[in-house]
């Protein structure tokens, strides 16, 4: 069964520090990996998705990495802003023998930056 | 989250009570999906809906069902609410492709007393 971790599970920095969110999931056999941000009272806003053949993506000062086959993808955030606070999610999708999709999430990282 | 509203945003229920959490989506994406979100659990897949006309089963189904009226709307609805269906409720949508990524909506906010 698949399982995603993310550790730790929550963080706080200074602002202007750059930072690491770790994922890491069980199975290799995924067929890609979304990060996600959640605000408080918020749904999930999709920031990042790295497909399995893809080594890392970038959007801004979001840079995602995967490591399929050590079970790992990390979420770097350069240059934090107080604006960046929110619970950061990783999912990995899974292809069942059917051939329907299975999203697996981690159960996220509360990211608190201090001005 | 343009494109996916939810209705309604909160609620309280007694035991017992039914309701229907509705789901509507503007970005003419074939899949839609229901979670439930809890502290500690994360969030599990309740139903979903490959496209218009189908359904399938996710992780917790029980206690729930849904519909899927059209392409746009995709409803949940609790028959007889027990406490243990306190919880956050997310709408998901994503084109029918396994590249695409997930839109979520804002969340309905349930709880059961």
């Known amino acids: 069964k698949q399982e995603v971790t993310q550790i730790p599970a929550a963080l706080s920095v200074p602002e202007g520090e750059n930072l690491v969110l770790n994922c890491s999931f069980t199975?290799?056999?995924?067929?890609?990996l979304q990060w996600f941000r959640q605000d408080p009272g918020k749904g999930l806003t999709s920031l990042l998705l790295i497909q399995s053949s893809q080594r890392e993506q970038t959007s801004g000062r979001l840079n995602a990495s995967l490591d399929k086959s050590s079970g790992r993808s990390t979420l770097y955030i350069a240059a934090s802003q107080p604006g960046d606070s929110a619970t950061y999610l990783c999912?990995?999708?899974?292809?069942?023998?059917?051939?329907?999709?299975?999203?697996?999430f981690g159960k996220g990282t509360k990211l608190t930056v201090n001005p | 989250n343009a494109g996916v509203t939810q209705t309604p945003k909160f609620q309280v229920l007694k035991t017992g009570q039914s309701m229907t959490l509705q789901c509507a989506q503007d970005m003419n994406h074939n899949s839609m999906y229901w979670y439930r979100q809890d502290p500690g659990m994360g969030l599990r897949l309740i139903y979903y809906?490959?496209?218009?006309?189908?359904?399938d089963k996710g992780e917790v189904p029980n206690g729930y069902n849904v519909s899927r009226l059209n392409k746009r709307e995709f409803s949940l609805r609790l028959e007889s609410a027990a406490p243990s269906q306190t919880s956050v409720y997310f709408c998901?949508?994503?084109?029918?492709?396994?590249?695409?990524?997930?839109?979520f909506g804002n969340g309905t906010r349930l709880t059961v007393t």
């Open positions: 199975d290799s056999a995924i067929y890609n």
């Open positions: 999912a990995v999708r899974l292809i069942t023998q059917g051939g329907s999709e299975k999203l697996v």
């Open positions: 809906s490959a496209s218009e006309g189908t359904t």
């Open positions: 998901a949508i994503n084109r029918r492709s396994f590249n695409s990524p997930l839109h």
